[in-house]
């Protein structure tokens, strides 16, 4: 009988401890683990911008944006970088500002004529698209660009806004005289594609497709003025972009600023909710859309509060502002986190957008920045 009632008291005391480490491994995770603290509003605006600054003497306030927790992160041009050690120099100084999420260290690095880095600043040159798609067959362009993802990952750049996937199907367009584009044929695009996005993926490097939905066939260049793409474009100019999102659904894509009435009559496909859905519930895509860079003749007569509201509410995630606000009063070319945030508070109290949508932002980003890691759980 002694034995009987021991048992039952040793019995009792297991499953006390039980529920008592239980209970502590709850609570545990409740108050350390940083996917379920609260996320202020400020924290989840931040992640939607990028800027990118003039000269040396401004970019201690880039730092300074990083250190706040102001912006999602830095993108560079061809006049941030003198030499590897330059780049390198400033890499290691942003990765050592304090911030609560890892930076995207950004730059456009096609090959050919837009490159960042070449052997103009010290580094190895990469051919254009349109060179690599006539000389080199799949397997050789993919160890050429992990040689160039891998340069870049050991510069510490994170994000490279490429490859563009414009079919050529005009050779006066800026696509096609600038040799941006593997082709005409989308299939052959796309096999092209593939391999310069694996072969970043394989060296951690986020890409990002573009411009959707097709810029390969107008002749006007949108850094110079609003192309208008009714007449020229072609519906398989989307077969890229269906193509590479049905094997990389988290891709992310960029969209352009063109006109495309044949998509939608009245408004830009940047700002154009019926252009971006076609991402999402025709071709399943789940990650991030960002927007060209704002400050393009393409959208000079939109103010800075409409295109970011309208950019919001057609499924635009992330926004890409050249230069901060060091100098010049034009918001679209210099845009100060701290005027994106007021701006982005204002629309949320006018109603004119939602935190629902900001939320969605903030899980898609957060998202690709902890996938990139190694960390691929999935966001809710």
Known sequence: MFMLSLNIVMRKIFYLILLLTATSVVFYCFLFNPEKRHISLDEKISQMIIIGYGDDKNFPVVLDNLRKNQISGVIFYKKNIKSPDDILSKISLINSVYSEYEPFIVLDQEGGQVSRISNTNGFKYYPAAETISLK?????????????????????????LAPCVDLKMNEKSSIGKNKRSYGADFNKVSKYAEVFIQAHNDNHVITAIKHFPGLG??????HSQLPDITEYWNPDELMPFKILLKKFPHQPVMVGHVVNKKLDNQNISSLSASIISILSNQMGHQGII??????MAAVDDIPAEKIISSAVNAGVNLFIFPNHSCSGSNSKQYMPP???????????????ISEEQIDKSYKKIIYIKNYYKGDKKKYD
């Open 136 to 160: 080199y067959n799949l397997d050789e362009a993919y160890n050429l660009y992990f040689d160039m993802a891998k340069a870049l990952k050991n510069s510490g750049f994170n994000f490279n």
């Open 217 to 222: 066939s107008t002749p006007v260049d949108s």
């Open 290 to 295: 960002l927007m060209d860079a704002a400050d």
């Open 338 to 352: 701290e005027k994106f945030h007021s701006i982005i508070k204002n629309l949320l109290i006018n109603g004119e």
